[in-house]
């Protein structure tokens, strides 16, 4: 009962209060150690299907990087960064306990973080990702123009390849990707 009641306050309060001061890996942790106490059994199923999506994509992240390094490059966008991202355990099983989802219609399982120097090449890029890949409608944000309350900014769309699967890609600065990493605590 005092891990559960625990593991229930790190859900519901800390890590809630690691995102709003931009310790977004805080959260993630927080969160996947409360559900692992909560819900063993959910969290077990959640990150065996996570791996076997991560697995199975793994030759297509690659390729899928490349193309997307060489776009840049062939646009004169200049890249400082690219990163893959795999969403945390429990923020899957969040959403799909909240929106009634299964794994598979989840838009930002796997997303990619474009770093480039500076603000007018985040939009540069962004123009560069949506001639690669069909965007999704309403699957836009720009934080860049709207921040969050924590400051984070970026800007977040979500696409589709030729194949139909939907990924997300992230754009920041170099400046913005170390206040997201960082964060303001």
Request: with cysteine.
């Amino acid at each position: 009962p005092w891990a559960r009641n625990l593991a229930l306050q790190i859900w519901e309060r800390d890590a809630v209060e690691a995102e709003k001061i931009g310790e977004l890996e805080l959260r993630s942790r927080a969160e996947n150690a409360a559900l692992k106490v909560l819900d063993p059994n959910a969290f077990d199923r959640v990150q065996r299907e996570l791996d076997s999506l991560v697995d199975a994509r793994a030759e297509w992240c690659a390729a899928t990087e490349g193309v997307i390094t060489s776009a840049l490059a062939a646009d004169g966008v200049p890249l400082v960064a690219i990163q893959r991202r795999t969403k945390h355990t429990a923020g899957v099983w969040r959403k799909m306990r909240e929106k009634n989802l299964l794994l598979g219609e989840i838009h930002d399982l796997l997303a990619f973080r474009v770093v480039v120097s500076n603000q007018d090449d985040c939009y540069l890029a962004l123009d560069t990702i949506h001639r690669l890949f069909e965007p999704e409608p309403f699957r836009f944000k720009d934080y860049i123009a709207d921040p969050k309350m924590n400051g984070y900014q970026s800007l977040h769309t979500s696409v589709r390849d030729r194949d139909g699967f939907v990924f997300e890609v992230q754009i920041r600065t170099a400046e913005m990707h170390r206040v997201a990493e960082e964060g303001f605590a």
